[in-house]
């Protein structure tokens, strides 16, 4: 019997062809979905390099400078350490520091950043403090704040944001800026309402979407630093296996065992490969502009 509404059910095929939300969003967004993968793999093995490697620091002299092989699938380096186990666990230090780096520089920005677009005397005395620290390169600050203190992985993680903390007061600063000129904003002024209120409310939320896309590229650009400052002796202790160290202690031994850095180097890259990927694909999203033209 045909149905008595006046509106037609959709045919079965056309609710197959239908696309969630979502998959239409990762359509769209391929790069976040690559970089996303790439991550939580090493992420998962980050965690679980007790079981997936052996002790990093096991010297076996009998065992030096083997070729990769189904025993020692990255080889092994001049004092017989196993490459793969010191790689695996480099990983946790290469994204302990780039996601801690990102963390704190992108707080301790954000609430800089917003007080200076929205006091105009705290901004003349704060940002010439930031254009300070900006003329200054940002790993020879790094290797002065850690050779002036004990090397150890908080060192190197304050070390680190230090120099990256005026890029995001910049750039929370002029997003402020632009917002506080808002009428709404200045109607909020107007009818007495409280700053604390206005910069939480109406401010804070404006500045999220490039804080977030800033906090990849400072995640980033940590990992490389960290992996600089190690290469040089002035990062983690010898006792800490990251990339850094490895590719440093490897490169005696570059024509001999080249394994020794290709490895470090190839994860390396790859993990700020991932970083960049999800840090323009979520620019691509979060951008209104660029959203309405995809």
Request: hydrophobic letters at 55%; one cysteine or more.
């Amino acid at each position: 019997m045909a149905p008595t509404s006046g509106t037609a059910a959709p045919a079965p095929a056309a609710l197959a062809g239908r696309k969630s939300p979502l998959r239409v969003w990762l359509g769209r967004n391929p790069t976040i979905v690559i970089g996303v993968l790439i991550l939580a793999t090493l992420f998962v093995s980050a965690v679980l390099a007790p079981w997936l490697a052996e002790d990093p620091l096991t010297f076996e002299p009998i065992n030096r400078l083997k070729r990769p092989s189904a025993e020692f699938w990255f080889g092994t380096d001049q004092f017989g350490r196993d490459v793969y186990s010191r790689v695996i666990y480099g990983t946790r230090i290469s994204l302990a520091v780039g996601v801690s780096v990102a963390i704190l520089a992108t707080a301790i920005g954000l609430a800089l950043g917003i007080v200076c677009g929205y006091y105009r005397r705290a901004d003349a005395v704060v940002m010439r403090i930031m254009d300070g620290m900006m003329a200054i390169p940002s790993i020879l600050l790094a290797i002065a704040l850690i050779t002036l203190m004990r090397a150890s992985l908080t060192i190197v993680i304050v070390a680190i944001t230090l120099p990256e903390i005026p890029r995001v007061v910049r750039l929370v600063r002029s997003v402020v800026l632009t917002v506080r000129a808002q009428p709404y904003i200045e109607a909020a002024i107007g009818s007495g309402t409280r700053n604390l209120v206005i910069m939480v409310r109406h401010i804070l939320p404006n500045t999220m979407a490039p804080l977030i896309v800033q906090a990849t590229y400072v995640c980033a650009s940590a990992i490389l630093t960290e992996a600089g400052l190690s290469f040089l002796g002035a990062g983690t202790p010898p006792e800490i296996p990251s990339w850094g160290n490895v590719i440093s202690l490897g490169r005696s031994f570059f024509q001999l065992a080249p394994w020794i850095i290709f490895f470090p180097g190839f994860l390396l890259a790859i993990t700020v490969l991932a970083i960049n990927l999800v840090g323009d694909g979520l620019r691509d999203t979060l951008d209104p502009r660029i959203s309405r033209r995809m």
